[in-house]
């Protein structure tokens, strides 16, 4: 069975922060329509928690298909918040949408630093020449905003290569432990 894009970021970051037996992603992968973005939706149950990640269709396809910047960061965003949530409910730990947004801006940058040279230019594309869907003044667009900035300052000070213990912590922590890490960088 070859693996699609979906899985192969799953294994990248279960490999990062060391996460063993998560579920498969493409099971809970559902087919974005046309035109709309990533999703992941939750919904808790008295017993369980129900997922679905809703990515571009290319998410099912072979890492080797070129893809656009901002398709291929969509996918990582959905897979990252599906690995945060799995582990998060593995462990019986809560997280947050801010948290969760936060994580994914530093698991784009961490992924796609490793296949471009320049991580100045990437950050410059993942964390100022951005543009959001939602107002400002919005609670989704003040969370993407704050997530977009705390991840740009964390990951500016960021050399993935060699800091796997900094960002295993990273990822392990609480939502105000991400922020404080952020924010000392």
Known sequence: MTATLAGLIQARLAALYGL?????VEDFVRVAPRGEREAVVV???EVD???AVVLPREALGSASDEL???VLCQIVEGVSHFVL???RIRAELPTTELELELQAEVDKFVLLSSTTGEPAELCASLYE???YL???DSERGHRYRTANRLAARFC???NARRERPRLRRFFRAGQQEKIRMALAA
């Open 129 to 131: 020449r951005v543009h």
């Open 49 to 51: 928690v129900e997922l």
């Open 20 to 24: 063993d037996e998560l579920p498969r």
């Open 156 to 158: 500016a000070r960021l």
């Open 134 to 136: 939602h107002d400002e």
């Open 43 to 45: 919904r808790e149950g």
């Open 85 to 87: 949530l799995a582990e």
């Open 68 to 70: 656009e910047l901002d």
